[in-house]
């Protein structure tokens, strides 16, 4: 799994034990529900597509929690272009020329890069100023209480819900429904939002501001999304 959410890029047990790695030491590991550290392993070379990496020490989590054989985190995508293109259901890495260039985005939005990822500061939420991560790993938008603050002074209602990390733990937390997240020209409606406080926000050093990390629901609506690391943008292809 590729997840422009996580810091880390991290292995299954499993898949260390088929390759016969070696051990390596506790790694910190921040989860949206916990800050852990697990045992790792040591990995003589890595490679994905154009990435090519050496010598690296990959934590370790169960499998069963993430849906995967390991998760390609932002400390390996650092120089690349993750290019979301859901009109043919398809994720490729590699940079602007390799992913077919600039044409036929119709919005590119800065974004600032804190402890590895990419932060949108310019986006509003129902006229709230929001921080907001494209997190490739999460299927629902989570955000801090902050923001649900700023929402509650609005009158909006949540419901409880619980939300599992790659970790195996889980925190119960409140969805509430938004009319519209505004990044630049980009309008997204009625987003759904899973408010909790959780170390990812902590990490980014945002918790005591309005953040949201945007999930897949609601990538969708576009036909393509890029996320540049080293030119610190996102483009948007609009639908139609």
């Keep these: 799994m590729i997840d422009t959410g996580a810091h880390r890029t991290v292995l299954s047990p499993s898949l260390a034990e088929q390759l016969g790695l070696e051990a390596g030491p506790q790694i910190r590991v921040v989860g949206i529900v916990q800050d852990l550290k697990v045992p790792s392993a040591k990995v003589g070379s890595l490679d994905l597509g154009p990435i090519s ?5 990959g934590p370790l989590l169960d499998r069963a929690h993430m849906g995967a054989h390991g998760i390609i985190g932002t400390d390996t995508l650092q120089d690349q272009r ?32 804190e402890t590895g990822q990419l932060v949108i500061a310019n986006a509003r939420l129902d006229g709230i100023n929001v921080a907001v991560v494209i997190d490739t790993g999460a299927e629902t938008s989570i955000g801090n209480r902050a923001l649900q603050a700023e929402m509650g002074r609005r009158g909006q209602g949540f419901t409880p819900v619980l939300v599992e ?22 309008v997204i409606t009625n987003p759904a939002i899973a408010f909790t406080d959780t170390p990812a926000f902590d990490e980014i050093g945002l918790a005591d501001k309005p953040i949201l990390f945007l999930g897949m629901r609601e990538m969708r609506m576009f036909r393509r999304v890029a996320i540049d690391f080293p030119r610190k943008r996102v483009l948007f292809d609009l639908p139609g």
């Design 82 to 113: 993750v290019l979301l293109d859901f009109s043919r259901e398809l994720m490729t890495l590699g940079d602007a020329g390799m992913n077919g260039g600039n044409a036929g985005y119709e919005i590119v939005v800065r974004a600032r890069r």
């Design 53 to 57: 990496l050496t010598r690296m020490q």
């Design 165 to 186: 990390s790659v970790t195996g733990h889980s925190v119960l937390a409140e969805v509430g429904a938004a009319e519209s997240l505004t990044i630049r020209d980009v």
